[in-house]
């Protein structure tokens, strides 16, 4: 069975940081690509950031880059989500994603709430 | 950037067939992907690759594209359809996922 768990959120007051980890089961963890979501209260689905299996390439959402990095470490079957320089608008559930055969994101985790607020 | 819109809302009766849209430029030449998430769950894709489904996603569901639309249809609603749908693409201009605004289909 596939899984994701997410964890790492939390509150987290303006212009800190926080690591987020997706912890990942039930598949070839380096063959496949892997990608952040985000969902503000109330709001829609952005997408947030991209990491292809070999970690060669990422990518970010323009609201995101230059603060956050992502990141994976196979050993441990592990997605990251390092982030710096929080602001209100990051208030979201997170979501990590695995990225199918057709880009299409097939298999989700719960989500990790952060909150940004003094 | 590239830009997908859809309608914040979609009504239908039971057993009626929902049509929801995403309009994004020249849409037909990119491999688009829906999305149903229902209150307090993760998303979870219902059509991939324009018009294929999963295997646990009902026949009713169905997808396609022409132009600058893409279409999620779905048959025979249900109450249990009830739920927000989001379209989804790559934009390889820009390298980035593109989500749309997202709609919330009611069943009446």
């Known amino acids: 069975e596939v899984r994701l768990v997410e964890s790492g959120g939390g509150l987290v007051q303006p212009g800190g940081s926080l690591r987020l980890s997706c912890v990942v089961s039930?598949?070839?963890?380096?063959?496949?690509?892997m990608n952040w979501v985000r969902q503000a209260p109330g709001r829609g689905l952005e997408w947030v950031s991209y990491i292809s299996s070999s970690s060669s390439h990422m990518y970010y959402a323009d609201s995101v880059k230059g603060r956050f990095t992502i990141s994976r470490d196979s050993a441990k079957n592990t997605l990251f989500l390092q982030m710096n320089g929080l602001g209100a608008e990051d208030t979201a559930v997170y979501y990590c994603?695995?990225?199918?055969?057709?880009?299409?994101?097939?298999?989700w985790g719960q989500g990790t709430l952060v909150t940004v607020s003094a | 950037s590239y830009v997908l819109t859809q309608p914040p809302s979609v009504s239908v009766a039971p057993e009626k067939t929902a049509r929801i849209t995403c309009e994004g430029n020249n849409i037909r030449s990119k491999s688009v992907h829906w999305y149903q998430q229902k209150p307090g769950q993760a998303p979870a894709v219902v059509i991939y690759?324009?018009?294929d489904r999963p295997p646990a996603i009902p026949e009713r569901f169905s997808g396609s594209h022409s132009g600058n639309t893409a279409t999620l249809t779905i048959a025979r609603v249900e109450a249990g359809d009830e739920a927000d749908y989001y379209c989804?693409?790559?934009?390889?201009?820009?390298?980035?996922?593109?989500f749309g605004g997202g709609t919330k289909l009611t069943v009446l």
């Open positions: 989804q693409v790559w934009d390889s201009t820009t390298n980035l996922w593109v």
């Open positions: 039930g598949f070839t963890f380096r063959s496949y690509e």
């Open positions: 690759h324009d018009s």
């Open positions: 994603a695995r990225s199918g055969t057709y880009g299409d994101f097939d298999y």
